[in-house]
């Protein structure tokens, strides 16, 4: 029996992003995978595993177990950084789960962040929530990157401590895109007062480097967001609330936007 670890597309690129040769914390890790393939194509030199449900930790120790990697993959049941020593790790994965428990779980032990140089992310829901905490605590970001994996769109996110793009640098960015949708305002589809706010928003949604990226997988997790925002938009015509009619309005100027966006060559 092959007790070789296959990765999807999603998993991959995390792995992608992880330096050679470090301590990896793999949080979240449910069957290790992740760990174990590292491990096993000479990647990393050891990881801890850590997951707090007991089935999920189960199953990563059973894998571990099953290729006699006890000594160099560490599986331990518990919540988020918890089970971990201050500078124990030197590169973070968390992926797999929404971006605000990634965010709770990041701020809990600053003490283990500290021996931490690289971060990679790959966050279900709360993107831009994650950026901008991201930034906010002094994190570069080294990479972003969409994949696909059966049919679904994935964005993770490399950051490092130590190279990589700045807050003033992708403010920069962000100021590019205000720049290059001007024309949405002066043609009347967008209302001044929202304008930039807007801008702001979908920047952050999707990601100032993977906006510039221009390819086809873009074009398609934006034509997702856009369908979502019609449904939002169905949604609210049918209700009779007045107050409703300006949230209407600012959901038609952010489909505008996005397609503002999506077009720009
Ligand atoms: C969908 S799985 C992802 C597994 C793997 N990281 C991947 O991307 O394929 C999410 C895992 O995160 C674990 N998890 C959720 N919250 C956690 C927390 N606060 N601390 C540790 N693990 C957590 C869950 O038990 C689950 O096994």
């Avoid at 999807?8 to 890790?29: E, M």
């Avoid at 189960?58 to 518990?78: C, F, M, P, Y």
């Amino acid at each position: 029996m092959s007790l070789s670890v296959t990765m999807g597309p999603r998993l991959q690129t995390v792995a992608s992003y992880v330096p050679n040769g470090v301590n990896l914390g793999d949080i979240g890790t449910d069957h290790a995978y992740l760990p174990i393939a590292l491990y096993e194509t000479q990647r990393i030199s050891k990881a801890v595993a850590i997951d707090v449900h007991e089935g999920p930790y189960q199953s990563a120790l059973t894998a571990v177990k099953a290729r006699h990697l006890e000594a160099v993959i560490d599986v331990r049941l518990g919540d988020g950084l918890m089970p971990l020593e201050s500078g124990e790790v030197n590169v973070l994965t968390l992926a797999g789960m929404g971006g605000r428990t990634m965010l709770d779980i990041l701020s809990a032990r600053p003490d283990v962040l500290e021996s931490v140089h690289d971060l990679i992310l790959q966050p279900q829901g709360a993107e831009s929530a994650v950026r901008l905490a991201m930034l906010g605590d002094g994190w570069r970001l080294k990479a972003e990157r969409l994949v696909e994996e059966d049919d679904r769109i994935y964005v993770v996110m490399a950051y490092s401590k130590d190279d990589g793009w700045d807050g003033a640098e992708l403010q920069t960015i962000q100021r590019s895109w205000i720049q290059r949708l001007y024309p949405l305002l002066e043609n009347g589809s967008i209302l001044a007062a929202e304008f930039q706010s807007l801008v702001q928003k979908l920047v952050w949604h999707f990601g100032p480097l993977i906006l510039d990226e221009r390819t086809d997988l873009l074009s398609r997790y934006m034509n997702e967001y856009k369908s979502m925002l019609a449904r939002r938009m169905e949604q609210m015509k049918k209700s009779n609330n007045t107050e409703i009619i300006a949230k209407i309005r600012e959901v038609s100027e952010e489909l505008a936007l996005v397609e503002g966006l999506r077009i720009w060559q």
